[in-house]
């Protein structure tokens, strides 16, 4: 007598499948495979929407994930709307203060945040971290989070002294919650040097990104991608006091970890393509740096939607390096670029949408065109205005500009 083969058929609809297509997208996320991600994801959520009530708490997960990859992707009007939803089903199916809505907060504020939106990324921040002082413990590291990212949008506003504080808080959090050398110090660490560096405060900034790469060193494989963040901030700290060939050893090896532990068009290895190519453009080394910003620009067209802000940002470097080779046709056309995509991508007060305004100006002026320079320069400072502290630095340096075509 033969025995029966019994087999086991999971239905399109089950929502193990879902659980499935979860994994997939997870691996696809942190590899920054993010439009393989984003299929799988939506996969995973059709597969609950089918199989699941619609409040759901798996439904809020798959929304928020999501969101988050949108977010990465530069698409903030889906991100927000993914966000969103998971925070509509949390809001029918939890308790007001339950920690699960402080996490869709967060991201929501993580959206506005890159949009540069920041008093309603501030707002849904400090939504967040209210639900999470009311159900958690004060040393929770969930609560470093919230701080951590209030600190963030204070640095993006140019707010540093009041950036600081929120960091600091969060550190503070995290060593008596954590172990002396887990990766999330190493984090706070490096927040803290981000703000001393935006300050020009250089030893400080200097001194806390070592000590964040020193926990790394500790705690992670010498090949993790979060090392090379921290080799990234100490190059910077160096290119920008002028040790040009320390800051080139930093932001090499950064791109040799990327290149280890990243497909090779991952976003993270643009970025350090694009810092190499700084440091060359601040030496004069301006063929060289031209190649590093068209392998950024490249990697970035590969891995982005077209109307991705850090394509502008590549748009922008090209044109900077083409405008010290005085080749003014072409940096124009860059600049051109950069402003069209940041128009199509951010909102019109965003501090960013500045820069290429700014740049315009610069050649137009390098041309001997005062006239269309001043406009330039004009809406590149009522830009700064609407988003940064009116006595923020970089928004001295366009008046000095505007003043100097004046006389001209």
């Known amino acids: 007598m033969s025995k029966e083969k019994t087999t086991t ?79 509509a089903i949390q809001e029918q199916s939890l308790p007001p203060s339950h920690p699960d809505l402080a996490y869709s907060y967060n991201n929501i504020g993580l959206v506005h945040d890159s949009m540069g939106d920041y008093p309603k990324a501030l707002l849904s921040h400090e939504k967040a971290l209210e639900i999470r002082q009311q159900s958690l413990p004060s040393n929770h590291p969930d609560l470093a989070e919230s701080y951590n990212n209030i600190g963030v949008v204070h640095n993006n506003m140019g707010n540093y002294p009041e950036a600081l504080p929120y960091y600091e808080k969060a550190l503070a959090i995290e060593q008596q919650s954590l172990s002396s050398n887990h990766p999330d110090l190493a984090k706070s660490y490096g927040n803290i040097g981000v703000v001393h560096y935006s300050m020009g405060n250089y030893p400080k900034a200097l001194l806390s990104h070592e000590k964040a790469l020193e926990i790394q060193q500790e705690s992670l494989p010498p090949n993790h991608p979060d090392l090379a963040y921290s080799y990234n901030n100490i190059g910077l700290v160096h290119d920008s006091i002028g040790d040009y060939p320390k ?153 000095n500009n505007l003043e100097r075509v004046k006389n001209k």
């Open 9 to 87: 058929n999971t239905s399109t609809d089950h929502p193990d499948l879902a659980s499935s297509y979860i994994s997939k997208a997870l691996v696809h996320y942190k590899t920054g495979n993010y439009p393989k991600a984003l299929l799988s994801y939506e996969k995973a959520l059709e597969i609950q929407q089918q199989s699941l009530p619609p409040n759901h708490p798996d439904l809020t997960g798959s929304h928020n994930n999501i969101g988050l990859v949108h977010n990465n992707m530069g698409n903030y009007p889906k991100a927000l709307l993914s966000h969103e939803k998971a925070l």
């Open 247 to 399: 800051a080139l050893s930093y932001h090499k090896k950064a791109l040799e970890i990327r290149q280890e532990s990243l497909p090779p068009s991952h976003p993270d290895l643009a970025s350090s393509y694009n810092n190499i190519g700084n440091v060359h453009k601040n030496m004069g080394n301006y063929p060289i740096a031209l190649l590093s910003h068209e392998k950024a620009l490249e990697i970035r067209q590969l891995s982005f939607p077209s109307n991705h802000p850090d394509l502008a940002a590549s748009h922008n470097n090209i044109g900077e390096v083409h405008n010290n080779m005085r080749n003014y046709s072409k940096a124009l056309s860059y600049f051109e670029k950069a402003l069209e995509i940041q128009q199509q991508s951010l909102p019109s007060s965003h501090p960013d949408v500045a820069y290429p305004y700014n740049n315009i100006g610069l050649v137009h002026e390098n041309m001997g065109n005062y006239l269309e320079a001043r406009t330039f320069y004009e809406h590149a400072i009522q830009i700064g205005e609407q988003s940064l502290p009116l006595d923020h630095p970089t928004l001295q340096k366009r008046r």
